[in-house]
């Protein structure tokens, strides 16, 4: 099992311009694949929210995700500019795209951090309203990040 799970994520890698992925897994789960959790203008409560460093100064963000699983239709990963890492493109379903051109029409200026796997990896600023429904994250996945949100089903691993 681990050798194709290594096998899948080295195709991934190789080929990640190529790939659509549908997203997997169980979005009630205390730690999801991937969620985008919005700047917030004040710290509310410890319990409300965290901090991160961008460009040195502190920004505080809300631990509840604007964007999960639930929201994300599909992703397709490329080989980012950096070349050791991988991006993203995130094409949310139609709920989503309606909450992604709401939350950036009323958050202009302000900050998302995309969350893989229970770890941040990038930072995208809104500098305008988004109607596209696609959110991007450019670069710091891992290949084995995208290996935690790929779930094989038990026939094709009795397949082997």
Known sequence: MASLRLFLASIIASFASFMYLALAGDTKSSVMPISFHLEQTAKISEEGSFTMSIAN?????????????EDIQMIKVFKSVDKDTLGMTCFLNP????????????????????IVNGKPVDFIYI???????????????????LDKMIEIPEEDLAAE
């Not at 100064?57 to 699983?69: D, E, Q, R």
């Open 57 to 69: 100064n502190l920004h505080y963000f809300s631990k509840n995700p604007v964007f999960s699983n």
């Open 95 to 114: 709920n989503g795209r309606r909450k992604l051109e709401r939350i950036s029409t009323q958050n202009v200026s302000s900050w998302l951090v995309c």
């Open 127 to 145: 500098d305008r309203q988004i109607t596209d429904g696609q959110i991007v994250v450019w670069k710091n996945i891992e290949a084995a990040d």
